[in-house]
């Protein structure tokens, strides 16, 4: 609002400062928890991404073009873009159909066994992303128990695109499901009712208006997919074989030859597809979304029966959960197993291993993910609100920096962090606080989102209530707002503890012999072939996250009733 | 000493992409005297709750100014107004129980433990809340969550108390019940009021005052009764409920009457505070009540629709080529006529009032 203020300054008129001014003197400390904010995101979130662009195209002598052209030059890195790009399509395609055959099947059919097929979808979600890759190469390996020992292939290869695809695709896929899933469900059952009565089959009513309304999510699912598979580090580095993407590609040139310039080019190329899917669901498929999705299931009336189509879409989502399981349920057997393939006698071994050898790493990762859980909820609901209910001058580079953030690949944040944390006075390197920082930066968004969502749907009058009834814009933050987000804010919560527990693509760069995470220990232990005991750790983990994300549950619960 | 003065408010909100939109409230000057309550009535968008909003201190007004009890307020910060809401959504905090709601504002005026629960419980009691003190209010019916709201408003004892559209949530028979008491509690409080609506019969029952604005400007400003008998501008004649606004012609100007043709008949019609002058053309506003049917009635309509309403009935009727409603309520007697019938019809011509048409005023600013 910009007031024209000069005409408000008659006599009498007391004193009037401009608007802007006005709102910052009204809540100074507000203000300064906004600049506060917004400074630790250009420091954290913009500036190191600027240096790793920078850093791209400076070497230490300056800007050398020279330098530039010969690393473009090379063909390892156009085939490494090349392949990320085919590689995140791919990815994006399947499981986004995958996902809405299993979202459809769940939300408009009698499919029998829908719990089944939803609790195997979220599996994926709440594990370290290279599950699945320690278990393809166990299945379908060169000693693989399904390639070998079940159709006695000898020399089968794993490594490469298709086994990437597959992956990938069954990583992903719950995301997509999640997504239309939300979306199917908040359409009103009202539309589709109308549709059948005017005379629409069943085929008529999913072509014309079901399917026209899921649009927006199954565009923002394919555009999600596609960032998340440019930004996989782990699946690609283990079973990417020849088939290097500009993840692994940065990570090798970085760790690997200490070439720095290229790695910093690598990750800044990761930038152009991401950023180009985010501004694409930012702009365009986001406003065509015609449904205030609530997040309200609505009352579900049509549910189709007939075999011929229940059967087929039942027959999909089965073999697709019991894909996932089976992946599960071999890295379990593995972490049993002496030495799969070769020595399928069942043991204790790894187990005895993983608890000789200590918890050192899982608690450094429930360390710091604990530490950077909090972090990241409250600041997300902060900012939630300091974007939508006020507008402070420079609120722009607040939403910015936190978008930028989103978008950008871990490995981009990761080199840039070691980049621009090296030196005094932002001296982090080595230390936990860059990896906590690292942990919030990369799921801050997440809650900004949920915050923002839910802000939306609170009345503004309920704040406006408490502020006429003199309390300061901080108390009625503290005694209205912020309980009335707590949904918000669990879910947050929830969402970053996990992420931050099996994130890997930015805090690779960052862990230090003092600070290792247990997702960088499971890695190295899948590279140096240890796969029983990176197997056990898996199963530990997911039993931990389950755990918590319970214990959560059961608090929430607990406070909900409370009331 | 708590009235309300507003000066010469203009309030201009930015149009999207920066320029300048219309004016929402545009030279408003307005007086709520101490313990009167004034409300603000008229159609949708006409700026009521902008004007309610800068008295809060959730808008600021472009120019101009505003006082309570004599000290400027238009640029301090809500939370130091000392000003009380209800709001149209009642805005009750879903987390808290219907005590803590009621206690929020008193708690933050650092009264003693005693002093605040005293207040708190006598609040409850005189809003018969007491039995629901520790419910949640998505547990109250529509109206116990309307006196929630109101009395969280005045436990802080504020100067001014403002409503916004506070019944509209509530079903028509409750609504009556909630105006009258929320008028007897602010009368009993004798708190300073000012109350939006846009429903004019729950208007002249609450008011002291009644203000009737339209794009932004103030039409008229007066007593319930003034404004439904006395009204300034056709708009206001229409808007305060049925109006015919039958067009005469001046034929004999008297001490307090004036000789007046409406649709061929001749009427002794009161004079009001407008100049006239024989042969002028005037309008007359006729509310449907001070004509009755009558066999012997100098008026004759064509009834061209019937609407029966239970109580009574309702013709619309043509008389010389303009459109008039009439009410039966005897029609039990006579029986209801039908469509394209003739009636005859009498007129009371004691509340009849003239309106100062354009030519009217112009007169009135030359003299
Ligand atoms: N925040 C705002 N930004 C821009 N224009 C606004 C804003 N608030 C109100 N207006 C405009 O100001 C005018 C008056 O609005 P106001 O809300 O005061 O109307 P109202 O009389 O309360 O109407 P209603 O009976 O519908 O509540 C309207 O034209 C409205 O569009
Ligand atoms: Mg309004």
Redo the contacts between chains.
Sequence with gaps: ????TD??A?P?????LP?PL?RIA?DPWLFGIFVLLTLSVLVFAVLPIVNVLKQAVWTPEGFDLAALKTTLAQPFVWRALGNTLILGATSALVATVAGFVMAFAVTRTTMPGKGFIHAAALLPIISPPFVMALAIVILFGRSGLITRELLGIRNANVYGFHSLVLIQSLAFTPIAYLNIKGMLQSIDSALEDASASLGGTRWTTFRQVTLPLVTPAILSSILLVFVKSVEDFGNPMLIGGPFSTLAVEAYSQMVGYFNLNAGALLASLMLIPSMTAFLIHRYWVSKKSYVTVTGKPTAQSIRISGARVVLPLSLVCYFLALTILLFYATVFYVSFTKLPGVNNTLTLDHYRTVFTAGFDTLGNSLYLAGIATPVTAIAGMMIAYLLVRRAFPGSFLLRWGTLLSFAAPGTILGIGYIGTFNTPPLLLTGTAAIIIAAMVVKNLQVGIEAGTNQLQQI?R??E?????????SG?TFT??TL??LRPALFSSVAYAFTRSLTTLSAVIFLVSANWTLITVTILSQVETLKTGVAAAWCCILVVVVLAILALMQLVLNRSARE? | MSNVVFQNI?K???AAG?A?GGLAVQDLDLTIEEGSLVTLLGPSGCGKTTTLRML???E??????ITIGGR?V????????????V???Y?????MTVRQNVE??AK??NLSKAELNSRVDEMLETMALTPYADR?PSRLSGGQQQRVALA??VV?RPKVLLFDEPLSNLDAQLRERMRDELRAIQLRLGITSLYVTHDQSEAMAISDRVVVMRNGVVEQADTPMNVYARPGTAFVAEFMGKANILEGEVQEIGEATVRTRIAGASFELPRGPHPLRPGQRVRCVLRPEYLRIDPQGPLTATVKRVVFQGGHVEYLTEIGGQECTVTDAQYFHGGIAEQGRPLRLALDTRPVWMLADDQNTNALKAA
């Design positions: 609002m910009s007031l024209q005409t408000a008659r009498g008129a007391g004193w009037a608007a006005r009204a009345d009058s309920i406006e209530a408490s502020t006429i009834l003199g309390a300061s108390r005694s209205v309980p009335l009331r | 203009v201009q909100f930015p920066g300048p809060a201190g959730f600021t007004p472009t120019s101009g100014r400027d238009t640029h301090l910060p809500v939370n130091a107004r000392n000003v009380g809401m709001f149209q959504s805005a009750l905090f879903p987390h929020y504002g933050l005026q949640a969280r408003a802080t």
